[in-house]
């Protein structure tokens, strides 16, 4: 009777997708929080008179880990660019990043503009947003501009999700996103820039690197061009990440987006300083 080989294991000839982050283990404030409520459980296993005191030490370390989630700029809870990485490329390099959209009254406006201007920029898209408006989601792409993740349908309690929230509406703008561009988003950027102490270890398996900003110029709520042109440009330098909005942009009191009035002065500025723009993905270092 001849013997047949029996299939192969599909799991191991299964073609995994490389990585296009560095394993970073996880958090050193993660870490230490389990270490702390270790801690604080031997202590109250040997000392349960005192529990009030262990009590309040949960409380405290939880205090200082909420804290950090609500800034936005902080590498505490896990890898964050808030700069483009210090390298020769980046050395007249700053990135402008545009959050929120897309949206149909303000994205092709801005995209005109950007062309105009010679500026390529780093869109962070909500997902749901992109799958209402498909053909901008892909026009920004086809403009030579990166596509990133902001969250599925950016939710406020963001922030306050547990992981399996936070990778379902992550993992759904992945999704979204790829089928729309054909990539993979590189980038992350929470909604509103606030986090929690889960959000690192759920990139760190979506393979997505958190990017906030150097600054930003408020200009969902500030109707002043020449004050968003301020915050802007204050002190701008090399490797700056700049903030602006497509969604839920603030108006001029012209009835103008307020992206449309400040990107002008950002591309002079850039220009006087002989600096160029960037997409995040450009500035990775390779």
């Known amino acids: 009777m001849t013997e047949h080989p029996s299939p192969p294991n599909a799991a191991a ?16 404030m993660l870490t230490a929080t389990a270490v702390w409520h270790v801690v604080v459980l031997a202590g109250w296993l040997a000392k349960p ?15 200082v880990f909420t804290i950090a989630g609500l800034l936005p700029r902080t590498s505490l809870l896990g890898p964050n660019w808030t700069r483009l990485p210090d390298s020769a490329r980046n050395a007249d390099a700053i990135a402008l ?5 897309p949206d149909p009254r303000v994205t092709p406006f801005v995209l005109d503009l950007l062309d105009t201007l010679g500026i390529r920029a780093t869109f962070f898209c909500i ?3 992109a799958q209402r408006y498909p053909d901008l989601a892909r026009e920004i792409v086809a403009r030579g501009h990166a596509l990133e993740n902001h969250s599925q349908v950016h939710v406020h309690t963001f922030s306050v999700s547990f992981p399996g929230t936070l990778a379902r509406e992550i ?3 992945q ?17 509103a820039g606030l986090r929690n102490i889960f959000l690192e270890p759920v990139l760190r398996k ?9 600054r930003r110029g408020y200009d969902t ?11 802007l440009l204050d002190g701008l330098a090399a490797r700056d990440i700049l903030l602006l909005h497509d969604g839920n942009a603030a108006l001029t009191r012209d009835g103008l987006p307020l992206i449309l009035a400040v990107l002008p002065r950002l591309a002079e500025a850039a220009r006087a300083q002989q600096l160029r723009f960037v997409t995040l993905r450009d500035a990775r270092d390779t």
């Open 221 to 231: 709520r500030e109707r002043d061009p020449d004050a968003v042109t301020r915050r």
């Open 97 to 101: 990043t545009i959050d929120d959209g």
């Open 171 to 173: 993992g759904a703008a």
């Open 127 to 129: 997902g749901s947003k």
């Open 13 to 28: 000839h299964a073609v995994s997708t490389p990585t296009r982050w560095p394993r970073t283990g996880y958090p050193a």
């Open 49 to 63: 008179a005192a529990w009030p005191w262990w009590l309040a030490a949960i409380f405290a370390n939880h205090a």
């Open 175 to 191: 999704r979204t996103l790829e089928t729309l561009s054909g990539e993979r988003p590189l980038f992350f950027r929470a909604p």
């Open 206 to 214: 979506l393979d997505l690197r958190l990017a906030a900003w150097t």
